[in-house]
Every structure is written in structure tokens, then in C-alpha cells.
Antibody, heavy 121, light 107 residues
Framework: EVQLVESGGGLVQPGGSLRLSCAAS????????MNWVRQAPGKGLEWVSY????????YYGDSVKGRFTISRDNAKNSLYLQMNSLRDEDTAVYYC??????????????WGQGTLVTVSS | EIVLTQSPDFQSVTPKEKITITCRAS??????LHWYQQKPDQSPKLLIK???QSFSGVPSRFSGSGSGTDFTLTINTLEAEDAATYYC?????????FGQGTKVEIK
């Protein structure tokens, strides 16, 4: 059974930093690209970032470019999101979601349960 | 950026009814359109991939159609457990985008 479990969320002041983690199990993590998607309270879904299976290809949404860094450790079956210079508008539940085995057009077929990040003074 | 516009934003229906949700893309995306269901306080779950392919384990009452710019999610014989918000999502180009969501309430 595919499982994705996020952790690392919490309350942080504007301008602060936070590192999210996503632990994967039930599939060959090193074969799949991964994404971070966020959802502000009461709002819709917003794609944040993509990383290929080998970390050779990385993309970011414009709203986080230059502030967030996606990474992965295939030996630990883990995905990460380093979030710096946090703003109030970054407040959201952050989900990790599985992509395809190569860069291309794929649905996000499995999602974690999410971790809440609250940016507030 | 490809904008996905869903309609309606909200629909209140009785059990056993059939409902249709549409998703219109701002430019052609072929069949790179997927549908998700999100129940309150849960993460999204994939229902339909590539416009019309059912994902594993999804009940047969859920179906999708369309290509290019116009897509449809149909739920036949609605059940109480189908109360949720439904999102379309395009994987044709970056940035990946989602529709604004359609909330389905069961009367």
C-alpha cells in the first residue's frame, strides 16, 4: 500500500523558516517524481514544486520561487521542502503527492494527509 | 499559465441523482486532465485520470469525458458518501494548475 506521511509543520513567524518532510513507503520511491501541493484554509489547491526521481529536474511555482527548496533522499525514501522567508500567505496545509516515473503528463495519484504550516506573529 | 474554470461552484443534490461538473481550460490540453475528490478534513484522492480513465478502486458511478478544452465529470446515482469538493487538474504544462473546485452537498 502506497503511503505518504508529511511532518514538520507548525507555527512560524513571518520571515522565518521551516522544513517539511514526507516519508514514503509501499512503492519504489527512487523511481517516481514527487510534488508539493498546498491548500490555504478554506481555499483550493495550489501546486508548489516538482522534483524528478533523480533530483535532476526541479520546478517551482512563481509564488515560492527563490524562497522554497525541494529536495529528496532516495536512500531514506524521503521528500523535503525547505521554506525560507515565510509570509502570511504561505499559511496552508502542505501535501506531498506522487507524480509519474518520468517527466511528462501524469496525475498526482497518491497524496499524503498533509501538514499545517501557520505563518503568524 | 493554463487556467481551469469549473462550473458550478456549488451544487446541492438528492441521493440517486445524476450530476455533471464541467472544467474548461484556457487553452487546449489534449487529455491531460484529471479529477480529484476531497472530503472535509481529508487529502484529495484521484478519481479519473487522462480525462476518462478510472483510477483503481474508484466506483463505476464516477466517469469522465472530454478533450481539448472542455471536460466533464459525471456522478451517476449519487450516494451520501459522495459529498465532497471536486477538483480538476491539468498536467499538460507548467505550472500545474487546478480548477477552483465544485462543492457537492447532499440534501
Amino acid at each position: 500500500e502506497v503511503q505518504l506521511v508529511e511532518s514538520g509543520g507548525g507555527l512560524v513567524q513571518p520571515g522565518g523558516s521551516l522544513r517539511l518532510s514526507c516519508a514514503a513507503s509501499g512503492f519504489t520511491f527512487s523511481s517516481y517524481s514527487m510534488n508539493w501541493v498546498r491548500q490555504a484554509p478554506g481555499k483550493g489547491l495550489e501546486w508548489v514544486s516538482y522534483i524528478s526521481s533523480s533530483s535532476s529536474t526541479i520546478y517551482y511555482g512563481d509564488s515560492v520561487k527563490g524562497r522554497f527548496t525541494i529536495s529528496r533522499d532516495n536512500a531514506k525514501n524521503s521528500l523535503y521542502l525547505q521554506m525560507n522567508s515565510l509570509r502570511d500567505e504561505d499559511t496552508a496545509v502542505y501535501y506531498c503527492a506522487r507524480d509519474g516515473e518520468h517527466w511528462g503528463s501524469y496525475p498526482f495519484d497518491y497524496w499524503g494527509q498533509g501538514t499545517l504550516v501557520t505563518v503568524s506573529s | 499559465e493554463i487556467v481551469l474554470t469549473q462550473s458550478p461552484d456549488f451544487q446541492s443534490v438528492t441521493p440517486k441523482e445524476k450530476i455533471t461538473i464541467t472544467c474548461r481550460a484556457s487553452q487546449s490540453i489534449g487529455n491531460s486532465l484529471h479529477w480529484y475528490q476531497q472530503k472535509p478534513d481529508q487529502s484529495p484522492k484521484l478519481l479519473i485520470k487522462y480525462a476518462s480513465q478510472s483510477f483503481s478502486g474508484v466506483p463505476s458511478r464516477f466517469s469522465g469525458s472530454g478533450s481539448g478544452t472542455d471536460f466533464t465529470l459525471t456522478i451517476n446515482t449519487l450516494e451520501a458518501e459522495d459529498a465532497a469538493t471536486y477538483y480538476c487538474h491539468q498536467s499538460s504544462s507548467l505550472p500545474r494548475t487546478f480548477g477552483q473546485g465544485t462543492k457537492v452537498e447532499i440534501k
